[in-house]
C-alpha cells in the first residue's frame, strides 16, 4: 500500500485543499506535500540496493480480462524521480504567494503531481499510460487558468495539443505491443523479456518515442516548451519544468530502451534518438544563448540539459544510463532553482529582459551569491551536483561513439557563454536599470538553501543516488 | 597524526578558511580575515614540511567518489616528490603573495575584503586538489576549480565592465580546456580501463599508440588553455584585469604553470605519444617568442609581466616537450620566485601611482621608491637571466639541455627559438625597468611623492627577492659542476634526461646571458626605436590581431547562427508545426471546412485521426 499513498494522498489531499480559502490551503497542501514527502523518505530508505526487479510492488487485477492490471512498483531508476517529484512539490507549494485563487493552483499542482508520481510508479503498461494522460488534465487547467503573459490559453492549447498527439499515438503502441508480443501481458517486466519482431518493433519504438520526445522535449519537437514555460506561474514551473520534463526521458527508458531492444536491418531508431539529442544540446544553447527573455532564456537552457540525459540513456551502458537518472534529479533541482531566482527577480524589478538589467549585485548581495551558486552549477562546475552526471552521460556517449560526445562537448562550452552572460549581465557591472525593491527575503532564502544545500551534497557524494541504482526491475538495463 | 589524516588538513585547511570567510566571515573584525585568509595557506605549508620531513611517499585514499560499472573514481591523494614539489610551490609562494594582499587590498570596504580572502582559499584549495589527486577525475576537478577561482578573481572587481568581460572570456577559454581534459580521459579509460593514474600508467604498454597519442593531444588542450600557450592564451593579458596579488599568484606563479605539470605528471603518456611530445615542445618555444615579441610594445606594466609569463611558461613546455622533465619543474619554482617578485614589486609601485599601470606615465621612480627599486631589479635581472639570479641556472638550464640533446634537428631548431627568446627578453625586461624607474619622472605622472609601501607589501617581497638572489645555487646544473638538488629530488618521479651537457653547452649558457643582458642595458638608449617599423609595432600592438581574428571566427559567427537559428528556423519551421495545431483545433471546433490546410495541418490531422482508427481497429481485433 505504501506507493498507493504516493499518489493517492496528493489527489485526495489536493481535491480538499481546492475548497480551502487561500492561506489555509497554501499550508494544507504543504503538509500533504510533506507527508508524500516522508513517504517517499521511507521507500528511499527501505530500499534494497541488490535486489534484481521492482521493489515495494503492488497488484490488483482491473480489467482482468485484458490482462490489465494495477501494477506498481519502484526500482534504482524511479526511485529518485518519485524522491525528486515529492520534494520539488513541496518547494512549489511553499514558493506560491497567497492570493485568492491560491486554493484551485494549490489543488491543481498536488493533482499533478499525483499523476507524475503514477507514472513514475507504474509497471504496467496500460496503467503507465493512465497516469501519463492523467497528468496532461492538471497541468492544461494550471496553465489555462493561472498562466501569465499575454495568451495563456494559447499556450495551454498549444501545450495539451502536441502533447495528444504524441500520447494518442502512444495508445496505438501500447494495444500493438499487447498483440505482438502475444503473452497477454502489460507487464513491464514481462515485457521486457518479450520482444516481438524487429519490424513490429520498428514500429512500436517510433510511436513511443514520438510520445517521449515530445514531453521530454527532444529536438525538434520541442516548441511548445518556450510557449507553455513562458506562460507558467514560477511555482508551477518547479515542478513542470522540474519533474514533468523527466516524465518523457524516464519513457525512454523505462519504456523505449528494454522492450524494443532490436533495429530492423536498414533503420536503427536508437542512432536517431542520440543524434537528436545531440542536436537538443546545441540546439537549445544556441537558442538561450539569443534571448534576452530571462524567463526564455532559462526554458531553452532546460532543453539544452535535457539532451544530455537523452544522450545518455541512449548510451546502453551502465555509465550513461546512471548519468542519465543522476542528472534527472541535478536537473530537476537546478532547473527548479534557476526558474526561483529568474521569477523573483522580475518580481523585485518589474523586467524580465536580461539586457534591460545589470549590476543588481550591489542591491542585492545574497540574490548574487545564490545566484552564483546555481549558474556555477548549471555549467557543470566540478563540486556541485551537474558536474557528474553529465560526465557519465557523456562517458557513455563516448563508449557508444565518440563523435556523439565530440559534439556534446561543444554544449559543454556553449554553456557558460550564455549562463554567465545571464549571470553576469544581470548581477554585475554598473547598476542599471530599477532598483530592485529588496533584496531576497527571508522566506525566498530559506527555499532556496535546500535546492543549493543538494547541489552541494549531490556534487560532492553523487554516490549517495548512484549506488542505489544497481537494483534495476528490467531486464535490458545496464548495470 | 596520522599521515592520512595530514594529508588531509594539507588539502582541506584552505577549505575550512574560504567556508569561515564565505560564511559570516565579513561581519567580524576586519583582523579575523587578516588571520583566516593567509593563515589557512601557512597551515597548509606547515603540513607540506611536515609530510616532507617525513618522507611521506604513497597513495591515499579515503573513500570511493563514484561507482558506476567499471568506472570507479576514489577519492584518492597522491603524495610523490613531485606533489610535495608543488605544493611547496603552492603553499610558500602562495602564502606570501596572500600576505601581502593583507595590505594591497586594505582599500576594500569590509565584505569585499573578506570575499577577497575567500576567493584566495578557494584558489589555493583547488589548486591543491589539482595537484594532489591520483586520478584523472579529480585532476579535472581540480582543474575546473582553478579556472572557477580564476573566473572570480579576475572579475573581483564586478563593477568594472571590463573585469566582467574579461572573467568571462578567461572562463570559457578554460572550459575548452577542460573539455579536451575530459575527451582525453574518456580515450584513456576506454582502452586502459581505469582513470587512477597507476593503473593508467601501469596498463600503457596495453594501450594502443594511436589512441594513446589522441589522449595525449586531447590532454594538451587542457594544458594549453590552462597554461595561456599558443592558440589559446588571449584571455591571461585580459585577466590582468583582476587585483595584483591575483595576477602573483594565479597568473604568474601556479596556475597558469598547471599546464607544465600536466604534462610532467604524465609523462609516461607523453614517453610513449611521441607526436604529442613534440608537439608540447613546439607551442612551448613558438609561445616563447611569439609572448616575447608582444611584450616589447606594451605600455601597461602588468601586461608586460603577463606577456613575459606566457613567455617563460613556454620555456617550461619547451623543457618537459624535449624530456627535460625536471629542468621545466624548475624553471617553474624559479619562475615563481621571480615572476610573483615582479608583479608584487609592482603592486607597489601601482598601489604609490594611485592604480596607474602605464609604464610612460612613471619614470624616476629609483629615487623615491628605493626598496621596491631594487626588489624590482632583482626580479627584472632574474628574468633576463643573469648570474647568480635564480632565473639564470633555470632558463639556461633548459636552453643548455635543448641545445645539446642529440641527434634531434628539430630541437636544436627550438632552441634557436629560445635563444632569440632570451635576447627579446633582456630587451622588453630593460624597457620595462628603465620606463618605470629610470630617468626623470615624467611629466604626465599624477603622483609626485609616492607612497612608500607598508611592511606587509614590502617583506614578502624582500623574502622573494632574497630567495630569486640566492635561490639558483640549489642547483647550478647550467655551470656544469655543482648542486642539482631539484633534479635529484624529482628523479624518482619523471626520472633525469637521458643525455648530457658538455663544454660547448656552457659556452652558448654565457653567450646567451651576456647578449641578454647587453640588450637590458642597450633599452635604455633605445627608446624610440618603434618609430622605425611602424607596421611591426603596429602588428606587435594589436597581438598579431588574435582577439580581432577570434571574435570574428567565433564570437560573431555564435551569435549569428544562433540568431538565424532562432528567426529562420525555429520560428518559421519548428514552431510552425504548432501554430498549425492550433488552426486545426480552431477549425475543428468551428465546424470549418478543412480544406485550405497546408501540410503541417495534414500532418497533425493524419497524426490524430491515424491513431483513433488504429485504436479501433487493434481493440476490435484484441475483442474478437
Given at each position: 500500500m505504501t506507493l498507493t499513498t504516493l499518489w493517492l494522498i496528493p489527489l485526495v489531499g489536493g481535491g480538499l485543499v481546492a475548497f480551502l480559502p487561500s492561506r489555509l490551503a497554501k499550508w494544507f497542501g504543504a503538509l500533504v506535500a510533506v507527508v508524500a514527502l516522508v513517504v517517499a523518505g521511507f521507500v528511499a530508505v527501505d530500499f534494497a540496493p541488490d535486489y534484481n526487479g521492482f521493489q515495494f510492488t503492488e497488484k490488483v487485477a482491473w480489467i482482468p480480462q485484458f490482462s490489465i492490471f494495477y501494477r506498481l512498483g519502484v526500482d534504482g531508476i524511479s526511485l529518485w524521480l518519485l524522491v525528486l517529484n515529492a520534494f520539488l512539490t513541496l518547494i512549489a507549494i511553499l514558493a506560491t504567494p497567497v492570493t485568492a485563487r491560491t486554493g484551485g493552483f494549490v489543488g491543481l499542482m498536488l493533482a499533478m503531481s499525483a499523476g507524475l508520481a503514477g507514472v513514475f510508479m507504474a509497471t504496467d503498461l496500460v496503467l503507465f499510460y493512465v497516469f501519463w494522460e492523467a497528468m496532461l488534465i492538471p497541468a492544461y487547467f494550471l496553465l489555462w487558468l493561472y498562466g501569465e503573459g499575454p495568451r495563456p490559453g494559447w499556450a495551454a492549447l498549444k501545450f495539451v495539443l502536441y502533447t495528444l498527439v504524441g500520447s494518442l499515438l502512444m495508445l496505438v503502441g501500447v494495444i500493438g505491443e499487447y498483440i505482438s508480443t502475444?503473452?497477454?501481458?502489460?507487464?513491464l517486466a514481462e515485457l521486457a523479456k518479450l520482444a516481438p519482431s524487429p519490424s513490429v518493433q520498428f514500429a512500436l519504438f517510433f510511436v513511443f518515442a514520438l510520445a517521449f520526445a515530445i514531453k521530454t522535449p527532444l529536438f525538434p519537437f520541442h516548441s511548445w516548451l518556450p510557449d507553455a514555460y513562458n506562460a507558467a506561474p514560477v511555482p508551477m514551473l518547479v515542478t513542470f519544468a522540474g519533474v514533468m520534463g523527466k516524465a518523457g526521458a524516464y519513457g525512454f527508458l523505462r519504456i523505449a530502451v528494454p522492450l524494443f531492444p532490436q533495429p530492423v536491418d536498414w533503420w536503427d531508431w536508437r542512432w536517431v534518438i542520440p543524434v537528436l539529442a545531440v542536436a537538443a544540446i546545441i540546439w537549445g544553447a544556441l537558442m538561450a544563448i539569443v534571448q534576452s527573455d530571462m524567463k526564455l532564456l532559462v526554458s531553452y537552457s532546460s532543453i539544452s540539459h535535457m539532451g544530455f540525459i537523452v544522450l545518455g540513456i541512449f548510451a546502453f551502458n551502465v555509465q550513461g544510463q546512471q548519468g542519465a537518472v543522476l542528472q534527472m534529479v541535478n536537473h530537476g533541482i537546478i532547473i527548479a532553482a534557476l526558474f526561483l531566482i529568474v521569477g523573483w527577480i522580475t518580481d523585485l524589478t518589474g523586467i524580465r529582459d536580461r539586457n534591460a538589467l545589470a549590476g543588481l549585485a550591489r542591491r542585492m548581495p545574497v540574490m548574487a551569491g545564490v545566484f552564483a551558486v546555481v549558474t556555477f552549477a548549471a555549467l557543470g562546475l566540478p563540486g556541485l551536483n551537474s558536474f557528474v552526471g553529465e560526465f557519465m552521460t557523456l562517458l557513455g556517449a563516448w563508449q557508444r561513439a565518440p563523435v556523439l560526445a565530440v559534439f556534446a562537448a561543444i554544449g559543454l562550452v556553449l554553456t557558460p557563454v550564455y549562463m554567465l552572460r545571464l549571470f553576469q549581465g544581470v548581477m554585475q557591472g554598473r547598476p542599471v536599470g530599477p532598483v530592485p525593491r529588496s533584496d531576497l527575503y527571508a522566506g525566498q532564502v530559506s527555499l532556496l538553501a535546500p535546492l543549493i544545500i543538494l547541489m552541494f551534497i549531490l556534487g560532492l557524494d553523487p554516490a549517495l543516488l548512484t549506488s542505489l541504482m544497481t537494483s534495476l526491475g528490467q531486464a535490458g538495463l545496464a548495470r | 597524526m596520522s599521515t592520512g589524516l595530514l594529508i588531509l588538513l594539507l588539502l582541506l585547511f584552505p577549505a575550512f578558511g574560504a567556508i569561515l570567510l564565505a560564511g559570516r566571515g565579513w561581519r567580524l573584525p576586519r583582523i579575523f580575515t587578516v588571520i583566516v585568509g593567509p593563515g589557512a595557506v601557512w597551515a597548509s605549508f606547515l603540513c607540506t614540511v611536515a609530510l616532507w620531513f617525513g618522507k611521506t611517499n604513497g597513495d591515499f585514499t579515503y573513500y570511493t567518489w563514484i561507482k558506476s560499472g567499471s568506472f570507479d573514481v576514489p577519492f584518492g591523494i597522491l603524495i610523490d616528490n613531485l606533489s610535495i614539489f608543488m605544493c611547496f610551490v603552492i603553499t610558500g609562494v602562495g602564502g606570501l603573495i596572500i600576505t601581502y594582499a593583507v595590505g594591497y587590498m586594505e582599500r576594500e570596504d569590509d565584505p569585499s575584503y573578506a570575499r577577497f580572502f575567500c576567493y584566495m582559499d578557494v584558489f589555493v584549495f583547488s589548486m591543491l586538489l589539482l595537484v594532489l589527486a591520483d586520478n584523472f577525475i579529480f585532476l579535472i576537478v581540480g582543474w575546473a576549480m582553478v579556472g572557477l577561482s580564476s573566473y572570480l578573481l579576475i572579475g573581483f572587481w564586478y563593477q568594472r565592465h571590463s573585469a566582467v568581460v574579461a572573467a568571462r572570456k578567461a572562463f570559457v577559454m578554460n572550459v575548452i580546456g577542460d573539455v579536451g581534459m575530459i575527451l582525453g580521459t574518456f580515450v584513456l579509460f576506454m582502452n586502459l580501463h581505469s582513470v587512477t593514474y597507476s593503473d593508467v600508467f601501469n596498463a600503457l604498454s596495453h594501450g594502443d599508440n594511436g589512441n594513446l597519442e589522441l589522449a595525449a593531444f586531447l590532454l594538451l588542450v587542457g594544458a594549453i588553455a590552462k597554461s595561456a600557450?599558443?592558440?589559446?592564451?588571449?584571455?591571461l593579458p585580459d585577466?590582468?584585469?583582476?587585483p595584483t596579488p591575483v595576477s602573483a599568484l594565479i597568473h604568474a606563479a601556479t596556475m597558469v604553470t598547471a599546464g607544465v605539470y600536466l604534462v610532467g605528471r604524465m609523462h609516461p603518456i607523453y614517453d610513449v605519444a611521441t607526436y604529442a611530445h613534440a608537439a608540447v615542445a613546439i607551442v612551448g618555444a613558438v609561445t616563447a617568442l611569439f609572448a616575447a615579441t608582444i611584450a616589447i610594445?606594451?605600455?601597461d606594466i602588468k601586461r608586460v609581466l603577463a606577456y613575459s609569463t606566457m613567455s617563460q611558461i613556454g620555456y617550461m613546455f619547451l623543457a618537459v616537450g624535449i624530456g627535460a622533465y625536471a629542468a621545466g619543474f624548475f624553471h617553474l619554482l624559479s619562475h615563481a620566485f621571480f615572476k610573483a617578485l615582479l608583479f608584487m614589486a609592482a603592486g607597489n609601485v601601482i598601489h604609490a601611482m594611485k592604480d596607474e599601470q602605464d609604464m610612460r606615465k612613471y619614470g624616476g621612480l629609483w629615487g623615491q621608491m628605493r626598496p621596491t627599486a631594487i626588489t624590482f631589479l632583482v626580479g627584472s635581472l632574474s628574468l633576463v637571466g643573469v648570474i647568480p639570479f635564480v632565473g639564470f641556472f633555470s632558463k639556461e638550464q633548459v636552453l643548455g639541455l635543448a641545445f645539446s640533446k642529440p641527434d634531434d634537428a628539430m630541437v636544436q631548431v627550438l632552441w634557436a627559438v629560445g635563444f632569440a627568446t632570451a635576447l627579446i627578453t633582456g630587451f622588453y625586461t630593460g624597457r620595462m625597468w628603465w620606463l618605470s624607474f629610470w630617468g626623470k619622472p615624467s611629466p604626465q605622472r599624477r603622483v609626485e611623492h609616492p607612497h612608500a609601501p607598508p611592511p606587509v607589501m614590502m617583506i614578502p617581497v624582500a623574502i622573494l627577492a632574497i630567495l630569486a638572489t640566492i635561490g639558483g645555487f640549489i642547483q647550478t646544473r647550467a655551470l656544469g659542476f655543482g648542486p642539482a638538488t631539484v633534479d635529484d629530488f624529482l628523479s624518482s618521479v619523471v626520472g633525469n634526461p637521458a643525455w648530457e651537457g658538455g663544454g660547448a653547452e656552457i659556452a652558448v649558457t654565457f653567450l646567451t646571458m651576456i647578449l641578454a643582458a647587453a640588450l637590458f642595458v642597450w633599452a635604455l638608449y633605445s627608446r624610440p626605436w618603434s618609430a622605425v617599423v611602424p607596421w611591426a609595432q603596429r602588428l606587435l600592438e594589436r597581438k598579431y590581431y588574435f582577439d580581432e581574428a577570434y571574435h570574428w571566427a567565433f564570437v560573431r559567427p555564435t551569435d549569428w547562427v544562433a540568431g538565424f537559428a532562432l528567426r529562420d528556423i525555429e520560428q518559421p519551421v519548428i514552431d510552425a508545426a504548432v501554430v498549425d495545431t492550433g488552426i486545426v483545433a480552431r477549425a475543428g471546433a468551428g465546424g470549418l471546412?478543412?480544406?485550405?490546410?497546408?501540410y503541417f495541418r495534414n500532418y497533425v490531422l493524419v497524426f490524430v485521426g491515424g491513431a483513433v482508427v488504429a485504436a479501433v481497429i487493434l481493440i476490435v481485433r484484441a475483442n474478437s
Open positions: 502475444g503473452h497477454q501481458t502489460f507487464d | 600557450q599558443l592558440p589559446l592564451h588571449t584571455w585577466a590582468m584585469e583582476g610594445v606594451q605600455v471546412s478543412l480544406t485550405q490546410n497546408g
